[in-house]
C-alpha cells in the first residue's frame, strides 16, 4: 500500500517502539530470495515485481522522522539493488521493465530521506534530554537507558546547554556533509 502507516507512538522518545522495520526486512530478505528464484527461473515479471516492490519499501521509510528509518530504509535499498543487478547482469528485462525500474527508482530522494531522518533524530534527543532531566522518560526508558533517578535534582540550565549542543552537532552533520557534485 503506498500510504501504510504504522502504530507508532514518537512522543515515547527513547521507548518508541518500532517493530515493523525489523518484519518489513524480513519481507525484504523474503522478496530478494524469491526475485532472485525468479531470475534463475527466467520469470522476468515475476523479478521486476520483486525488485519494484522492494524499491517501493524503502522509498516509503523516506517519511519516517529517525535515524533507525533511514537505516532500514538504506538496508531495505540494499537488499533490492541485489535483486536489480542480478536482472541487470542476466540481462533479463527487455527495454519497457528497465524503463519502469528507472522510474521507481527515480522516486528515491537519499538526501531528502537522510535530512528528514537527522531533522526528527534532533528533535527526538532534544526533547529526550528535557525529558530525562526532569524524570519524565516514559515507557521505563531510563531504566533500560541506564540512567540514575537523581538526574532530575541537575540544574535545569545543564540539561538546556546540553541538548543546544546536541543540535548544534546534529544540524553539523546534517548540513556540513560533502554532497556528490553530480
Request: glycine fraction near 10%; include cysteine; charge should be negative.
Amino acid at each position: 500500500r503506498p500510504h501504510s502507516r504504522f502504530p507508532v507512538d514518537w512522543g515515547e522518545t527513547f521507548g518508541a517502539r518500532t517493530p515493523h522495520y525489523a518484519a518489513l526486512q524480513g519481507l525484504s530478505k523474503t522478496l530478494q530470495l524469491d526475485g532472485l528464484a525468479a531470475i534463475r527461473g527466467g520469470e522476468a515479471g515475476r523479478a521486476l515485481l520483486d525488485a519494484v516492490t522492494l524499491v517501493r519499501i524503502a522509498n516509503h521509510l523516506e517519511e519516517d522522522h529517525a535515524l533507525i528509518a533511514f537505516l532500514v530504509q538504506s538496508a531495505i535499498r540494499s537488499i533490492g539493488y541485489q535483486v536489480i543487478w542480478e536482472g541487470l547482469r542476466t540481462q533479463i528485462w527487455d527495454d519497457d521493465d528497465l524503463l519502469r525500474l528507472d522510474r521507481v527508482l527515480g522516486e528515491a530522494d537519499v538526501d531528502a530521506s537522510y535530512t528528514h531522518a537527522m531533522r526528527g533524530e534532533r528533535a527526538t534527543m532534544s526533547k529526550g534530554i528535557t525529558d530525562l532531566g526532569d524524570g519524565r522518560i516514559p515507557g521505563g526508558a531510563a531504566q533500560a537507558l541506564g540512567a540514575p533517578q537523581s538526574l532530575s535534582i541537575l540544574p535545569r540550565g545543564l540539561w538546556h546547554d546540553n541538548a543546544h549542543a546536541l543540535c548544534v552537532q546534529l544540524d553539523r552533520a546534517v548540513y556540513s556533509r560533502p554532497r556528490d557534485p553530480v
